[in-house]
């Protein structure tokens, strides 16, 4: 993978998409409101259409994106799950210990080290979340491998079944190779990183900063959507069969619908 060459053409289909173009930016801030409308648009671009889409065919995208919607709900809900329980022990533990109802301030230092060891499960059920916290952040390692190209096959195939195909999802990570996926992942995610520091930066002005940082956050935001999608795109291309049911998909996408 030419990751120099991806980046190039994500940057440049990002820009040709938004700069000049000031009605279409301005519609996809108000789609990223009624948000079934900017994750369509989003699928449009993931099925590869070249140039970046008008936001056009209003009730075709609204349904593609609740499509979508509900392909990374389903990919997400595992670690939301496994998160609700890593809390609940200690959230337990909390209500019915009387951990609410006492006045550690009135304590001395001893009198709450007592009170602490006179409760153990406080350290039990802290244990218990630490353990499956980190389980939810290695589930949540592996199902981004499957869900980051899920999506996008979802895309082109257009069925909500075949975002969960991961036999198919794993033989098209074998075509990329997977040292080049985990690093194509590894470089999106700095970006995202990145991107995502952009308000912390603003924050530093006194006053007005969060303000600022706030506004600038979301006019970029729809170029930066526009980068991811279409870097998306160009990953999963990478692993395209030239032959078969892959690049029939492919051949569909060009055509914008």
Same mark, same amino acid.
């Given at each position: 993978?030419?990751?120099?060459?991806?980046?190039?053409?994500?940057?440049?289909?990002?820009?040709?998409?938004?700069?000049?173009?000031?009605?279409?930016?301005?519609?996809?801030?108000?789609?990223?409101?009624?948000? #079934?409308?900017?994750?369509?648009?989003?699928?449009?671009?993931?099925?590869?259409? $070249?140039?970046?889409?008008? #936001?056009?065919?209003?009730?075709?995208?609204?349904?593609?994106?609740?499509?979508?919607?509900?392909?990374?709900?389903?990919?997400?809900?595992?670690?939301?799950?496994?998160?609700?329980? @890593?809390?609940?022990?200690?959230?337990?533990?909390?209500?019915?210990?009387?951990?609410?109802?006492?006045?550690?301030?009135?304590?001395?230092?001893?009198?709450?080290?007592?009170?602490?060891?006179?409760?153990?499960?406080?350290?039990?059920?802290?244990?218990?979340?630490?353990?499956?916290?980190?389980?939810?952040? $290695?589930?949540?390692?592996?199902?981004?491998?499957?869900?980051?190209?899920?999506?996008?096959?979802?895309?082109?195939?257009?069925?909500?079944?075949?975002?969960?195909?991961?036999? @198919?999802?794993?033989?098209?990570?074998?075509?990329?190779?997977?040292?080049?996926?985990?690093?194509?992942?590894?470089?999106?995610?700095?970006?995202?990183?990145?991107?995502?520091?952009?308000?912390?930066?603003?924050?530093?002005?006194?006053?007005?900063?969060?303000?600022?940082?706030?506004?600038?956050?979301?006019?970029?935001?729809?170029?930066?959507?526009?980068?991811?999608?279409?870097? @998306?795109?160009?990953?999963?291309?990478?692993?395209?069969?030239?032959?078969?049911?892959?690049?029939?998909?492919?051949?569909? @996408?060009?055509?914008?619908?």
């Amino acid at each position: 993978m030419e990751y120099g060459a991806m980046l190039d053409d994500t940057f440049a289909y990002a820009k040709e998409s938004i700069w000049g173009r000031t009605n279409r930016w301005l519609t996809l801030i108000v789609c990223m409101i009624i948000f #079934p409308l900017i994750l369509g648009y989003i699928v449009r671009i993931y099925r590869g259409v $070249i140039p970046a889409p008008e #936001p056009d065919q209003w009730g075709t995208m609204f349904v593609d994106g609740l499509k979508l919607l509900v392909v990374e709900i389903i990919y997400a809900s595992p670690v939301i799950l496994l998160v609700i329980l @890593a809390f609940m022990p200690l959230l337990g533990t909390i209500f019915t210990s009387g951990l609410l109802t006492n006045d550690f301030s009135s304590m001395t230092d001893s009198q709450a080290e007592h009170w602490l060891a006179s409760h153990p499960e406080f350290f039990s059920s802290f244990g218990i979340m630490v353990i499956l916290l980190l389980c939810a952040i $290695i589930l949540g390692i592996i199902i981004t491998l499957f869900s980051f190209l899920g999506a996008v096959r979802f895309a082109r195939s257009g069925s909500i079944a075949e975002a969960f195909n991961f036999s @198919a999802i794993l033989s098209h990570i074998r075509r990329i190779g997977w040292l080049n996926y985990l690093f194509a992942l590894v470089v999106i995610t700095v970006i995202g990183f990145i991107f995502g520091m952009i308000p912390n930066v603003f924050s530093l002005i006194p006053v007005i900063g969060g303000i600022i940082g706030f506004i600038v956050l979301i006019v970029l935001y729809v170029p930066f959507i526009v980068f991811t999608s279409r870097y @998306a795109a160009l990953v999963y291309d990478a692993g395209e069969e030239k032959s078969g049911m892959g690049s029939g998909m492919h051949d569909a @996408a060009q055509t914008p619908r």
